[in-house]
């Protein structure tokens, strides 16, 4: 240990962190998205930042993340390449290189820092893999998970084989190892306690939400309507498992209900189902109907949302979407847009009485919930305001910070 040599107040020579901090080294790890682009790891990163830690943030590369190294907002971020794999053995070769690449990361990290805490957040549920080698160090693991791993697989590949019980295995070997746990909604925490044997006072329920001060309604840019009359707006990704078929459906249904020449449909984001989506849009004739924009930068995204009559959500009910939290839900009620969805367990506590609710996986009554928005801007206006009083009366990271905070605390005693 003599190599490795730190300052006054035990922090590494060169770091640009918070420094003199009363707080020790946290180091998180993300694997499925870049930061800051992943809002929810970068709001928990800022929040450890300006409560006194300091925190490095390992996380992948992507479109307008390229920098290996550097320090946005008193916290350091570090990212690698990453393998472009899709399939069950693209799998297979993409989280054994991302591991290999976050190992060598964390020990770069701890050579400076000797950071106190590992932050794992999922998916994969194979980042304790690197923290069992900081273990010995008396470093604590906290797992931050944000998806249902073994549902996601049956949501993709629609069968419970090997994969489903190799995922189950490693869901449950990371809560083992986990000193606490945070949990996006109240079904992972069960999740956590049932699933994972985690104690109940080791579980957190941290949601992720917008700030406040980052989702203010803007003066709406009318000609992103291309000049029709209403704008309903998508925001997510697009995977299988988001449900962008059935949202097609339910467009070529409210076409053929009520002609919609005076709706366009922006649907934002990006995915490995884009290519796929974008032809069957053309084959059920909506190309007039339907615009996909790719991904776009949070200005233009804000843009959007401000603009919008009505924001749509067609995750489908399965096992892994009736327990999980849409995180667009809370962005369009933050900019005051009223929601339809499918009735979903997590969904209906996300939005309460801020959207209307559609039979699940039945995209013409989903158009029918459309329809009746479109058909009343007393009914948009009402729901609207609603989701916006949800997220003003506790659902922002103001108040999901100090629950943060409190985990840490657990973690560190």
Same mark, same amino acid.
């Given at each position: 240990?003599?190599?490795?040599?730190?300052?006054?107040?035990?922090?590494?020579?060169?770091?640009?962190?918070?420094?003199?901090?009363?707080?020790?080294?946290?180091?998180?790890?993300?694997?499925?998205?870049?930061?800051?682009?992943?809002?929810?790891?970068? $709001?928990?990163?800022?929040?450890?930042?300006?409560?006194?830690?300091?925190?490095?943030?390992?996380?992948?590369?992507?479109?307008?993340?390229?920098?290996?190294?550097?320090?946005?907002?008193?916290?350091?971020?570090?990212?690698?390449?990453? =393998?472009?794999?899709?399939?069950?053995?693209?799998?297979?070769?993409?989280?054994? =290189?991302?591991?290999?690449?976050?190992?060598?990361?964390?020990?770069?990290? *701890?050579?400076?820092?000797?950071?106190?805490?590992? $932050?794992?957040?999922?998916?994969? +549920?194979? %980042?304790?893999?690197? =923290?069992?080698?900081?273990?010995?160090?008396?470093?604590?693991?906290?797992?931050? $998970? $944000?998806?249902?791993?073994?549902?996601? *697989?049956?949501?993709?590949?629609?069968?419970?084989?090997?994969?489903?019980?190799? %995922?189950?295995?490693?869901?449950?070997?990371?809560?083992?190892?986990?000193?606490?746990?945070?949990?996006?909604?109240?079904?992972?925490?069960?999740?956590?306690?049932?699933?994972?044997?985690?104690?109940? +006072?080791?579980?957190?329920?941290?949601?992720?939400?917008?700030?406040?001060?980052?989702?203010?309604?803007?003066?709406?840019?009318?000609?992103?309507?291309?000049?029709?009359?209403?704008?309903?707006?998508?925001?997510?990704?697009?995977?299988? /498992?988001?449900?962008?078929?059935? %949202?097609?459906?339910?467009?070529?249904?409210?076409?053929?209900?009520?002609?919609?020449?005076?709706?366009?449909?922006?649907?934002?984001?990006?995915?490995?189902?884009?290519?796929?989506?974008?032809?069957?849009?053309?084959?059920?004739?909506? +190309? +007039?109907?339907?615009?996909?924009?790719?991904?776009?930068?949070?200005?233009?995204?804000?843009?959007?949302?401000?603009?919008?009559? %009505?924001?749509? !959500? @067609?995750?489908?009910?399965?096992?892994?979407?009736? /327990?999980?939290?849409?995180?667009?839900?809370?962005? *369009?009620?933050?900019?005051?847009? @009223?929601?339809?969805? *499918?009735?979903?367990?997590?969904?209906?506590?996300?939005?309460?009485?801020? !959207?209307?609710?559609?039979?699940?996986?039945?995209?013409?009554?989903?158009? !029918?919930?459309?329809?009746?928005?479109?058909?009343?801007?007393?009914?948009?206006?009402?729901?609207? /305001?609603?989701?916006?009083?949800?997220?003003?009366?506790?659902?922002?990271?103001?108040?999901?910070?100090?629950?943060?905070?409190?985990?840490?605390?657990?973690?560190?005693?």
């Amino acid at each position: 240990m003599s190599a490795f040599k730190f300052n006054a107040v035990g922090q590494p020579p060169g770091w640009r962190g918070n420094m003199p901090s009363s707080k020790p080294a946290v180091c998180i790890i993300v694997e499925n998205l870049p930061v800051p682009f992943d809002r929810r790891v970068w $709001h928990e990163a800022r929040t450890l930042a300006e409560a006194g830690y300091t925190v490095s943030v390992i996380s992948p590369k992507g479109r307008g993340y390229t920098a290996s190294r550097e320090v946005v907002d008193g916290v350091e971020v570090l990212r690698h390449r990453t =393998w472009e794999a899709s399939g069950i053995f693209g799998y297979l070769i993409e989280y054994p =290189w991302a591991l290999a690449a976050e190992l060598l990361l964390a020990l770069r990290v *701890y050579r400076r820092t000797r950071f106190r805490i590992l $932050h794992a957040c999922n998916p994969p +549920d194979l %980042l304790f893999l690197v =923290w069992l080698f900081f273990r010995p160090f008396g470093v604590r693991f906290i797992f931050d $998970h $944000h998806d249902l791993n073994p549902e996601l *697989y049956e949501a993709k590949f629609g069968h419970r084989g090997l994969g489903y019980r190799l %995922l189950r295995l490693a869901e449950r070997l990371t809560f083992r190892c986990a000193t606490v746990s945070i949990a996006t909604n109240e079904s992972f925490r069960q999740v956590a306690i049932r699933r994972g044997g985690m104690a109940p +006072d080791r579980v957190f329920v941290v949601r992720s939400v917008p700030e406040l001060s980052r989702a203010c309604l803007r003066s709406p840019e009318i000609e992103r309507k291309e000049g029709r009359r209403f704008l309903v707006v998508y925001l997510g990704v697009m995977e299988r /498992q988001d449900g962008l078929d059935l %949202l097609l459906d339910s467009v070529a249904e409210v076409k053929r209900r009520r002609g919609a020449a005076d709706v366009l449909f922006v649907l934002i984001g990006s995915g490995t189902e884009l290519p796929r989506l974008q032809a069957l849009s053309r084959e059920k004739g909506l +190309d +007039d109907l339907v615009r996909f924009t790719g991904a776009l930068s949070e200005s233009e995204v804000a843009a959007y949302l401000s603009t919008a009559d %009505l924001c749509v !959500a @067609p995750d489908p009910r399965n096992p892994m979407n009736d /327990q999980s939290t849409m995180n667009k839900i809370f962005r *369009y009620m933050a900019y005051a847009r @009223p929601v339809v969805l *499918y009735d979903l367990t997590e969904g209906r506590r996300s939005a309460g009485d801020a !959207a209307l609710y559609a039979k699940p996986n039945d995209p013409v009554d989903f158009a !029918a919930q459309i329809i009746k928005l479109l058909n009343s801007e007393a009914l948009r206006n009402e729901l609207g /305001q609603r989701g916006r009083r949800r997220i003003e009366g506790g659902l922002n990271w103001e108040t999901e910070k100090k629950t943060l905070l409190e985990a840490y605390e657990l973690a560190l005693r």
